[in-house]
Structure formats: structure tokens, C-alpha cells
């Protein structure tokens, strides 16, 4: 399967780190580097990738990577980069078709969850959203997770500041080419958003989520969280 990784914000939150986030270092590689791989390890077989900010230079890393490792990624060029991450994956409507995963340049996820997503069934016309229903995980910051609202494996409403929820996005999705709808139809609204794109999928019936059952992930956004990162990634927990 393919899988896109959206990477083409500036990563304020991670300054301290990097100029570019997803080339920021955990534990001696590159953050972009640890998503590529543990795909890769789940059974990706080919990537693309939107950059933005600083383009160039993630750009040159991801062919050098490429090289090195014989993995193909495309680049995919998003110049509106300070839009909202749904515009990142609309720019990508020209390069992909079929089913494929959709993925955050900054989110280091369990390789199970990516192969537990793709051995799942899937509906036609639908798009499947990875969620995490322990919602008081100390490794979430609860002030900044987006929210989901579930019922019998639909997903209902999502968002940041939504009060009525029982799990938590991981940044891992399994997408149709319908997503590519729902999100033309949720910037026409004025939501530029992924997170839009699922709101008006979950109007049309169509957006379904899928449990991780406590694997582990980590959004690694803010210096905290960086920190949270490389002390699982050093006890080899993740």
C-alpha cells in the first residue's frame, strides 16, 4: 500500500529543536526518517511526501534517504503550506488513487497500528481513522489532542475543543479516494482542514474508526512531547 505523509508545516513548537521538524533528530535520526521506517516495517511499499516550509532541504534529505535505502517517495510540493494540514493532502489528489494510508511527518506510531489498519475490512467509499480510546494516556497532552466521537465504529463528530468524546485521532488514516471529496467539499465550507474533511464525511456516513487497542503513539509537537519520545524510543518501547 502507499502511504502519504503530510510534511510541510513549520513546526513553531519544535524551534528549539530544528529550523525543519520533520529533519529534527530523535536519538541520533532524523523524525521523518522514524515515520518512513516504521511503515516500511508494516508493509508500506511506496511514500509521498508533501513538504512546504523548507522545502529544499527536506526535499534533498528524502532523495539522499531514497538512495540510501532503495525506498521510492515522490515529492509533493505544497506552496499554501501555512493553510491547515488539509490542503497539504488535497495537493496530493493527482498522485494517488485506490486505497492508501495518510499519516503526520511528526507522529511516531507503533508499526502494528499501520498493519493492523490495512489487514482490517474495508468499506468502499469510506475513509477509517485510527483511534485511541484511552483517552487519559499521560503520553496525550490532553489541552491539544483532536477528539472523536464515536458510535458503533462510526465516527460522528471531531475536532480540538469538542466536549462530548470517547477517543482520541491518532494521525493514522486509512483513506478512499472519497477523502479527496469530503475535503474539497470542507474547504468550500471554509475548514481547510483534515479534521473538517472528516466532519463532513461522518455527515455522509462515511467515515469509520478503527481501535488501536493500547498500542503506543506519541505526537511529537512540543518539547514535552519530544522528550516523551526519545525516553520510549531509549526503553525501546516505541
Known sequence: MKCLIVAAG??????EKGESKPLIHLKGVPLIERVIGRARSAGVERFYVVSGYRGDELR?????LSERTAIPITHIVNDAWDRANGVSVLASKPYLDGQFLLTMCDHLIDPEIFSSVMAAPSEPGTVTLCVDYNIDNPLNDPEDVTRVKVVDGCIE????????????DTGVFR???VMFDALEASQAEGDDSISGAMNVLARWGK?????????LWVDVDDPCAFDKAEGLIESGRL
Open 157 to 168: 463528530h471531531i475536532g480540538k475543543v469538542i466536549r462530548d468524546y470517547n477517543a482520541i
Open 207 to 215: 467515515a469509520r474508526a478503527h481501535d488501536i487497542q493500547q498500542r
Open 10 to 15: 513549520q513546526g513553531a513548537r519544535l524551534r
Open 60 to 64: 534533498e534529505a528524502l532523495d539522499a
Open 175 to 177: 483513506c478512499d479516494p
